[in-house]
């Protein structure tokens, strides 16, 4: 397979940052395809394991926790109009979000997955969401439509973050702030990288990611003073698009064969659409459609 000097810069940063947990995590997402690999998370989570996930995040303490942190405001999403929660999953922090969001507030939630979607939309059993199939690597909403963008536990599933990074990015109006939660790479964030066979990631690499793509980190935040003590619980961080930056498109260090992947991988998840769900595609000149994304249907179950 081709290697850009992208690629090969990051590879040699990645050898360098090679603690214990890192070499004990998950290795299937570095080894396989990207189109094979997000087969297998869309079967993980549309199957039994995405069943009992909402069960997991409570005894996890992920859930009221990251409820804890909203009520707080240490977040605050008073502040915001319109929010966009991505991979929603069954609505860990969508539940919330009805909860602390301002009532005017527009509530939008998208995932890779759309059995997640109706799980999500039968458990909160709230009219007020727009649930919506997308990938986070190709969002199918208009530039700098959202103030707020949240983000539990995505990253993860990306061999690289940049493209999902960046397309948050292109979505937030300058201003507007991002929420995102994520593994790190500790002996605990091993057994979650084993279980749900994702990534984690250290503090160091994912804020150069988010500089590389034009977000900058405002605030590391912490559940508890517990967890800040025994620095546990994951990363959590608010990052920001300032006024006047132009977000870097991810896929400018991309060779060709890594662009055709991609391609790829699109007309097939097209397909797996047609017999599973709705997908969202980009339109055909690269740019993200708005011209009436598919909805998961409040009407019936």
């Known amino acids: ?30 080894r396989w395809g990207l189109e094979q690999y997000r087969r297998k998370v869309r079967r993980i989570y549309d199957g039994p394991a995405g069943h009992v996930l909402p069960w997991g995040s409570i005894l996890s303490l992920h859930e009221p926790l990251v409820g804890h942190l909203l009520r707080a405001k240490k977040f605050d999403v008073s502040r915001f109009h319109d929010i966009l929660d991505v991979g929603s999953g069954a609505g860990q922090i969508l539940r919330h979000l009805l909860k602390v969001a301002r009532p005017d507030a527009r509530l939008v939630a998208c995932d890779l997955s759309t059995q997640m979607l109706r799980r999500a939309r039968q458990r909160l059993k709230s ?40 397309e948050m990015a292109r979505v937030l109006r300058p201003g507007g702030s991002i929420l995102i939660l994520a593994t790190e790479a500790t002996l605990s964030g091993v057994i979650v990288s084993r279980t ?37 619980g994951g990363i959590l961080v608010e990052a920001t698009r300032c006024n006047g930056t132009t977000p870097t498109p991810a896929s400018a260090d991309r060779g060709g064969i890594e662009q055709d992947q991609d391609r790829q991988s699109r007309e097939r998840d097209q397909e797996h659409g047609k017999a599973n769900g709705p997908t969202l595609q980009p339109s055909s000149n690269g740019s993200k459609t708005d011209a009436s994304p598919t909805t998961i249907s409040t009407a019936n179950p």
């Open 1 to 30: 397979m081709k290697m850009t000097a992208a690629n090969m810069d990051q590879k040699s940063k990645d050898k360098k940052r090679r603690p214990l947990p890192r070499l004990l995590e998950f290795q299937g997402i570095r």
């Open 196 to 232: 749900w066979k994702c990534r984690t990631y250290s503090r160091d690499e994912l804020r150069e990611a988010c500089s590389d793509v034009g977000l900058t980190w405002r605030e590391q935040m912490w559940f508890t003073r517990f967890h800040e003590l025994f620095k546990m």
């Open 127 to 166: 009219d007020r969401p727009e649930f919506i199939t997308a990938d986070i690597t190709s969002l199918p909403f208009p530039d700098e439509s959202f103030d707020c963008v949240t983000c539990g536990w995505v990253l993860e599933h990306l061999p690289d973050p940049r493209p999902g990074l960046a």
